[in-house]
């Protein structure tokens, strides 16, 4: 970010609480660029007893992922997903649990991972590539994103 969202000067390094922010040069204008975290919400989606992971388009082909997505305005984070799920797989999903949430620091990201469950065949929305369905016995959790979140049902899976 340059130019101030507000007045549209340009944004000048300054130290607050020893830390480098983006504020507003402006002396009319006390913006500041806080560049806090954003909100994900994400699906461990269940069907016929199999996990879908997803491709996103412009990811590399051998990664996949929960499906994921943002907040629209007004919106819950249980509406959200369940929009999510219905656009990205084309089917009505049910909300069995929140699962939990989960920083993903490299993308300034807070996700919020809920366990869905889906039946029929799947459709994928215009933002997906590929997918695919996974037995959980064979999943294998990756260290960063949503990859904690499928560990964590996992492990819960195996203590019940
Ligand atoms: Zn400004």
Redesign the pocket.
Known sequence: MKY?P????ELKEVQIDAKPRLS?S?EA?D?IYWNNPTPVIGALVERNGEVILVRNKGWPEKMFGLVTGFLEEGETAENAILREVKEELGLDGKIVEFIGYYSFFQMNQLILVFHITVEGEVTLGQELVEMRSIPPEKLRPWPFGTGPAVQDWLDRRHAS
């Open positions: 101030c507000l007045c549209a000067f507003c402006s204008c913006y």
